[in-house]
């Protein structure tokens, strides 16, 4: 593996693991065994890193935000697309435990934020709009637009939050929560299999 991507894999995990601020250059270089020169030749500082570890999560969640147009799904495929994009949260977390300073240290990657967001509340109204033109859904325009962000907020801040009161962080409560705040918009059988399902996931 390159030296630059071994700066990247180790940045992250330390990112995920103390807090993005909690981490200097150095102690990355120290982990990795290489000088602080030889960090510094390929990364000026940790914003490039941060930047260049967003640039990563952004093209690793590009296809789950932008399945093609003719893409035929099954009421199983939107869970297994909701489970796929927790995990890829989970593997940046650091992007997301203190979002707000991050984002305010970081103008760049603010925007970066903004528009990733954009991308994800526009498949996540898409998916639910799909789900409404084939009658499994039957909430109002004005309903599904909270739901978009309901869902959102928790894709976005519940592992956080597991964390915050004790628990590990899972990805299966994560998709759980999500499917518990849909189930109630779904007509009454793919109501009760949603319930099912995420029963499954909260015991797995």
């Not at 490039?48 to 147009?69: G, I, S, T």
């Not at 305010?104 to 109204?125: E, H, S, V």
């Amino acid at each position: 593996m390159k030296t630059r991507d071994r700066i990247l894999e180790c940045a992250l995990a330390l990112f995920n693991q103390e807090g993005e601020p909690n981490v200097s250059t150095l102690e990355i270089a120290n982990e990795l065994g290489i000088s602080p020169g030889n960090l510094y030749y390929h990364f000026h500082g940790k914003e490039p890193l941060v930047l260049e570890l967003f640039e990563r999560f952004q093209a690793e969640m590009a296809p789950l935000l932008n399945p093609p147009a003719e893409a035929q799904l099954e009421a199983e495929d939107y869970w297994l697309f909701l489970n796929l994009i927790v995990e890829r949260l989970a593997l940046f977390r650091f992007l997301f435990q203190d979002l707000s300073n991050l984002a305010g240290r970081l103008p760049k990657l603010a925007r970066g934020i903004r528009a990733w967001l954009n991308t994800l509340k526009r498949t996540l109204a898409s998916l639910l709009a799909s789900l409404k033109a084939q009658g499994l859904l039957i909430s109002d325009t004005q309903a599904l637009g909270q739901l978009v962000e309901q869902i959102t907020l928790t894709l976005l801040f519940s592992l956080d939050y597991q964390r915050i009161i004790g628990n590990s962080g899972e990805i299966r409560l994560v998709v759980y929560q999500v499917m518990m705040l849909v189930a109630p918009h779904l007509t009454p059988v793919p109501r009760h299999t949603a319930e099912q399902l995420a029963q499954r996931y909260l015991q797995a």
